[in-house]
């Protein structure tokens, strides 16, 4: 099977913009997490989607959003860029019947290398 | 606040034994413990998972004690090619909302 996927691997960016992030599961995979990874503050959980509906959610800030479509794959959307978004954005995938919720394990993609200048 | 807290680092010689322990308190009731590896500008690699007592399989031991806040990786034999940094998660109930939570990592050096 084929791991999980996103594009663009790598991103620059200026103040101001907005950025689309896109993840493909594994298939079969229905649940899509997304995280932010910096030095400074590790690996944060940004917002899990399970069947197209957001059902959890990390202490980001509204220009922070996403979405899921009906064959699994997920966008994450930052509006209105800081310097302080430039990072490593991961997308993990898992099973994830809703009640299996935090006993599936959750397999990552690469990541997408965000700058913004 | 909730917070899942590792060793900054830990460095061993090749053919040693590693354990690296995640403290994490208000884990969800029924929620697994996973540990990641992670390598320079790549997604983290799924070592294990369990939920208590101990779990074994072909790369890792997990061993998690009754009151489940706190779980040990443990990495039988290191490589020079297990120097990454190694991630714990959980999945946390604060204030009625759940999130997942990732340790702060370790970060292993495997010494010749």
């Known amino acids: 099977k084929a791991g999980v996927t996103q594009t663009p691997r790598y991103l620059i960016k200026t103040r101001g913009q907005q950025v689309t992030l896109s993840c493909s599961p594994i298939?079969?995979?229905?649940?899509v997490s997304w995280y932010q990874q910096t030095p400074g503050q590790g690996l944060q959980f940004l917002f899990e989607?399970?069947?197209?509906?957001?059902?959890n959610k990390g202490n980001f800030p509204g220009r922070f959003s996403g979405r899921q479509f009906s064959n699994s794959r997920s966008e994450m959307n930052v509006s209105t860029l800081e310097l302080g978004d430039s990072a490593l954005y991961l997308c993990?995938?898992?099973?994830?019947?809703?009640?299996?919720?935090?006993?599936?394990?959750?397999?990552f993609g690469p990541g997408t290398r965000l700058t913004v200048l | 606040l909730a917070k899942t807290t590792q060793p900054i680092s830990m460095d061993s010689y090749e053919g040693q034994e590693v354990n690296i322990t995640c403290s994490h308190n208000?884990?969800?009731?029924?929620?697994?413990i996973t540990w990641y590896q992670q390598f320079p500008s790549q997604g983290p690699r799924f070592i294990i998972q369990?939920?208590?007592t101990k779990v074994t399989n072909e790369v890792a031991s997990l061993f998690i004690p009754a009151d489940r806040k706190s779980s040990t990786l443990s990495l039988p034999r290191v490589s020079l090619s297990d120097t990454a940094v190694y991630y714990c998660?959980?999945?946390?109930?604060?204030?009625?909302?759940?999130?997942?939570?990732f340790g702060t990592g370790t970060r292993l050096k495997v010494l010749a």
């Open positions: 993990a995938s898992s099973l994830a019947e809703y009640s299996t919720r935090g006993t599936d394990t959750q397999y």
């Open positions: 298939s079969g995979h229905r649940s």
């Open positions: 989607y399970f069947s197209e509906t957001q059902r």
């Open positions: 208000n884990i969800a009731t029924n929620d697994y």
């Open positions: 369990g939920y208590k």
């Open positions: 998660l959980v999945g946390l109930t604060t204030s009625g909302t759940y999130k997942y939570i």
